[in-house]
């Protein structure tokens, strides 16, 4: 099984800025691709940003030159720096991760998810 923990989430005002933390653990491969998805209240799970193990990030138009998502492999950590926060930001973030169990099996693990509050 693959553990992973989240951390960094808060109360921040519009305009300010939150990073986000998700440290994956467990018997594993690799980790394949990271991401991290917000669902807000009476809204569907989005995807927010997801990086693969080549470095290729893929992010939603939404927060397109405001988000920032990287990882560090040898601490199996994966961030997201989120820059001038809007309170449309406002939501329950989850992270994401496909890990290389063997070498023919990938496994889909979700976080707990780390609440962001965006005041205006």
């Known amino acids: 099984q693959v553990q992973l923990a989240e951390s960094g989430g808060g109360l921040e005002q519009a305009g300010g800025s939150l990073r986000l933390s998700c440290a994956a653990s467990g018997r594993f491969l690799r980790i394949n691709t990271m991401g991290w998805y917000r669902q807000a209240p009476g809204k569907q799970r989005e995807l927010v940003a997801t990086i693969n193990r080549y470095g290729s990030t893929n992010y939603a138009d939404s927060v397109k030159g405001r988000f920032t998502i990287s990882r560090d492999d040898a601490k199996s950590t994966v961030y997201l720096q989120m820059n001038s926060l809007k309170p449309d930001d406002s939501a329950l973030y989850y992270c994401?991760?496909?890990?290389?169990?063997?070498?023919?099996?990938?496994?889909?693990?979700w976080g707990q998810g780390t609440q962001v509050t965006v005041s205006s």
């Open positions: 994401n991760t496909y890990v290389q169990k063997s070498l023919l099996t990938e496994y889909e693990s």
